[in-house]
């Protein structure tokens, strides 16, 4: 794999001639491949790889935006007591959360992917792949979050900022035509699946 900003260098023998091409590598990394040779000398010659760090945002939103865009409405849930417990939520909120409905909608707005939550508690975020945005738990803490798309899968990374905070891993993915939100607080993992409205 090729990261953002770093180059890498490969060695090939006998090359005739000079050429310049673009591939797509997993559908959004753009890579240019130079060729040049050495015409006096039959030394091996190196070709470079660029990655070129903006196309992998601008793809990932178009196909975030094919794929995940519309409004979800909840349908199920799995151990979602279980996550809110782990979370600190008392157990009133719980009886009360675990029957609320929740609606989620995903749009592409510019160079960015909104996420706009409502339900039993209410969330509005905007962000772009790939780059960290500070947002907050249900207790206010502060968070790191960096969104990326990977393999056709959203991967969340919430990184707590001070010691009360817990990290979070969510992974977002369409299954069967339903949106699967798939959280994880230590060893504590929560489904929640969406249907499309």
């Not at 050429?19 to 240019?32: E, V």
């Not at 157990?91 to 160079?111: C, N, Q």
Request: net charge negative.
């Amino acid at each position: 794999m090729v990261c953002p900003g770093t180059l890498t260098e490969f060695s090939i023998y006998n090359m005739q001639h000079v050429f310049t091409d673009s591939i797509m590598l997993h559908h959004f990394c753009k890579l240019d491949i130079r060729f040049q040779q050495n015409i006096h000398s039959n030394t091996d010659i190196s070709f470079r790889i660029y990655y070129e760090q903006d196309e992998l945002g601008d793809m990932a939103l178009q196909e975030i935006e094919g794929k995940f865009c519309g409004v979800w409405k909840l349908d199920r849930s799995e151990n979602f007591d279980g996550y809110l417990k782990e979370v600190g939520v008392n157990f009133m909120l719980r009886k009360m959360a675990g029957v609320a409905g929740e609606t989620v909608t995903i749009t592409v707005e510019g160079d960015q992917v909104r996420i706009l939550t409502k339900g039993p508690r209410e969330t509005d975020i905007k962000f772009r792949p790939g780059q960290a945005f500070e947002s907050r738990d249900t207790h206010d803490n502060p968070l790191e979050v960096t969104t990326t798309l990977e393999d056709g899968v959203l991967y969340t990374d919430a990184k707590a900022m001070n010691s009360k905070g817990k990290d979070h891993r969510i992974t977002r993915d369409i299954v069967n035509g339903e949106l699967v939100q798939t959280i994880k607080v230590n060893d504590v993992i929560c489904k929640r699946i969406y249907k499309k409205s």
